[in-house]
C-alpha cells in the first residue's frame, strides 16, 4: 500500500545534513514528491512530501530518522498526508522609511500573522539615509493582497514607512519596462497650470485640475475646459516652461540606472505632447505618449487634436508598448501621482503611487512618499551596495 507522508525538519544547518537525509531515505523504497527547504543563517528547515511505497510501517522509517536528526540535534516530525498540500505563495514586502520604529514591526508582524503569512527570512537592502528591509512571507491562505495593502496604510501614516507588496516569482527582480507617469511624477508641477499663468487663468485652471487628479471629475472633460481657457497663448511663450522644467530630483539617476538594467523606459501623461516630446528627447527615453494641442498661426486654437490620453488610454498604451517590446505585464513597473493613473498601475507588475493622492496609494501595490524618485530601485530589489557601484 502507498502512502504519501509529509517530512517537517528544522535545526542548526550542517553541511552534511542533506546528503545524509538523502542517502537514508534512498535506502527505503521512497519516493520524493516535492520539497521546500531554506536556510536562514545557521537555521535549516525543509517540508518534504514523500511516497512510501512499502508494505512496512512508516514507523521503522520515523526511527530511523530520529537518530539521525538527533546526531546533528534536528527537531523533525513525519506525519500521514490526508490530502496533497496546498501550494505555497511567496511575497516580497519591503519597508522604506527614515526610521523603522520596533513599534512598527511588531505591529506590522501581528497583522501579517493575521492574515496567516509567515516571515521566513528578512533582507535589510539599505541602512543609510534610508532604512529598507525585505520581508520575505509565505502563505498557504489565499491571499487578498489589494485588502492587506489597504490594510497596512494606517501604519504609513502613523510611522512614515512606504511600503510595496509583490508576488515573489521569476519576474520580481526582472522587470524591463518602465512607465511613468509626467506630471507631478517625472516632473515636480502640473504643466497645464504653468501654461495658465501665461494667459492669466491660473485660478480657474487650477481647480479644474486638482479636482481632476482627485478623481472627482471626468478627467477629458475637465481637460478640455481647460485647454479652452489657454486659447491663444503663442507657442513662443513656452520655450521658457521647456527649458526649466522641474525635474523631480533622483529622476536623472534612476534614468541612468535603469537604462543599465536594460529597462524601456516610457513617459505616458495626460499632458501634453509638446512637452512629453521635449522629456523623451533629453532623457533618451524609448516611448512617449500624451495629447496634441491645436495650433493656429503659431498660438492655441483651445482644442484638442486626435485621441484623448487619459487613464484607461494609458493602460492600453501600456500593454501595446510591453506587447511591442515582447515583455509580460508582470514585468512592468507603473509609477504615477493621480486619478488617471489607477488603471496603468492596476495591470503592472508593480505599480508604485507616488507622493500620491489617496484614491491612488488604495489602489496601488506600493507606495513611494519621498522627495527622491530614485527611492524606487529599492521596490525593485536592489540594494545600496548594487546601487553604489551603479
Ligand atoms: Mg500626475
Known sequence: MNRQLLLSFQGPHHPEILS????????????????HGLEQDQIF???WQLEWVSEQDPQLMEKSLCSLMQEFDMQFRLSQSEAQPKKEQRFILTLLGEHLSTSLLAQLLQRLQQEELLVHGLQPLESQRLRVLELQLRTHQQLDRPRLLRDLLPLHQQHHVDFALQPE??????????????DMTFIQCEIINEMSQLVGCEAEVKVLTEAAMRGEL???????ARV???????????????????????VRRLVRVLKQLGYKLALLSGGFQLFVDHICEEFHLDYGFANSLEWQDGRLTGELLGEIVDGQRK????????????IVPEQVVAIGDGANDVQMLAIAGLGIAFNAKPVLQERASGQLNQPNLDALLYFLGLSGQELANC
Open 45 to 47: 528547515s525543509g517540508l
Open 169 to 182: 516569482s521569476l519576474f520580481r527582480r526582472h522587470k524591463r519596462l518602465i512607465v511613468f507617469d509626467a
Open 218 to 224: 471626468d478627467f477629458e472633460e475637465a481637460l478640455r
Open 228 to 250: 479652452r481657457l489657454l486659447k491663444g497663448l503663442h507657442r513662443d511663450d513656452l520655450e521658457s516652461l521647456l527649458r526649466q522644467l522641474p525635474y523631480t530630483p533622483g
Open 315 to 326: 493602460a492600453q498604451l501600456l500593454q501595446e508598448i510591453a506587447a511591442r517590446e515582447g
Open 20 to 35: 545524509r537525509l538523502g542517502a537514508l531515505l534512498d535506502s527505503w523504497p521512497v519516493l520524493l514528491l516535492d520539497l
